[in-house]
């Protein structure tokens, strides 16, 4: 049993794609190669980690490799053995003069469909505002997230350098209108900002989801208040420690946040940045971690409950979870 609910899109680019796609479009491959401009081998910082998500803007600029991408994205999974994907991406950073925001999102659903009619894999659209933009373009990533709430988008997200735009006064009115249509909410908060932003989140935007959270586990009256009120952490074991937000799969925040009952989801993040899926996550959770198979059983039902899907996949999912317990597992 496998639910993935934190997934970039511009991190799931396959390198031989990305070489393809560059090749197509006449654009030059890195000095390195495709691999090592997408993959990031080593612990550093967040920015770094970026640089290598990054790499993958230049062949996603029309269409046609959106499409491509956001099928293979969901094949990979699939074949990773997941029973959900929720997969999350920035339109505003893919967007040219001949491709408008409302056609990148379009192709990204197309995408993922074409996806999940081949595998079956159950999948979901979340749309990220990105904290650098300007006002208005974050009102149209928000609007056509919206108009196409249950028609191929579920959720509405904020990512971004936290440290240099702090405020989230300026996706105030983008959640808005997001909430008015019924998509699901959440909001990277406290990787790399404060932990107090995860109340500013919370209070703000109206989110009960948060993205990553790591510094929370820095203050532990934040931490208690979080479960109070029903947060739920999505947790990204591997791309947490090649940023610098946690030592190791041991000393991770996720085990604190379940100490102090908060909710916490699991995602591979950028999965082609990090060189490993959501079932290596698990199992290595699992057999080197310290996390015990009725803790992963807790997450994968957390998972159902608050993953932003229709109800008629909740039922499959929930039911699912049931039978297939995280004891099952092998190492």
């Not at 190669?33 to 081998?41: H, I, K, N, P, T």
């Not at 993922?112 to 208005?136: F, I, N």
């Not at 936290?162 to 959640?175: G, K």
């Not at 996720?254 to 909710?263: K, M, R, V």
Request: glycine share 10%.
């Amino acid at each position: 049993m496998s639910l993935n609910l934190h997934c970039h899109l511009e991190g799931c680019v396959r390198p031989d794609t990305a070489s393809d796609l560059a090749r197509a479009g006449g654009a030059p491959a890195p000095a390195g190669g495709w691999d090592a401009a997408l993959r990031m081998r080593q612990p550093a910082d967040l920015t770094g980690f970026l640089a290598h998500v990054a790499a993958a803007y230049p062949v996603m600029g029309s269409a046609d490799a959106l499409r491509r991408i956001a099928r293979e994205a969901v094949e990979d999974a699939a074949a990773d053995g997941s029973d959900f994907l929720e997969i999350r991406f920035g339109p505003a950073t893919h967007r040219r003069p001949a491709l408008p925001i409302p056609a990148v999102i379009d192709a990204v659903v197309d995408g993922l469909d074409d996806g999940r009619a081949q595998t079956g894999l159950l999948v979901s659209l979340v749309v990220c505002l990105l904290r650098h933009s300007d006002r208005e373009t974050n009102l149209e990533v928000a609007r056509s997230a919206a108009v196409r709430a249950g028609r191929g988008v579920a959720g509405l997200d904020v990512a971004g350098d936290e440290l240099r735009l702090p405020s989230l006064e300026p996706y105030v009115e983008p959640f808005r209108i997001a909430a008015s249509a019924g998509l699901g909410l959440t909001a990277h908060a406290a990787e790399a900002g404060p932990p107090s932003a995860v109340r500013d989140a919370f209070e703000t935007l109206g989110v009960a989801r948060i993205g990553h959270g790591s510094r929370v586990v820095d203050d532990a009256d934040l931490l208690a208040w979080s479960a109070d009120h029903g947060v739920t952490f999505e947790v990204c074991p591997t791309s947490n420690i090649l940023t610098g937000a946690a030592p190791s799969l041991r000393e991770h925040p996720l085990h604190a946040f379940l100490a102090a009952g908060c909710g916490v989801v699991l995602g591979d993040d950028d999965p082609v940045t990090i060189g490993r899926r959501l079932g290596e996550e698990e199992r290595e959770l699992l057999v080197t971690g310290g996390l015990a198979a009725e803790r992963l059983d807790a997450i994968h039902l957390r998972s159902v409950e608050v993953g932003f899907m229709d109800e008629a996949d909740r039922a499959i999912l929930r039911a699912a979870v049931v039978a297939s317990p995280a004891t099952g597992i092998s190492a």
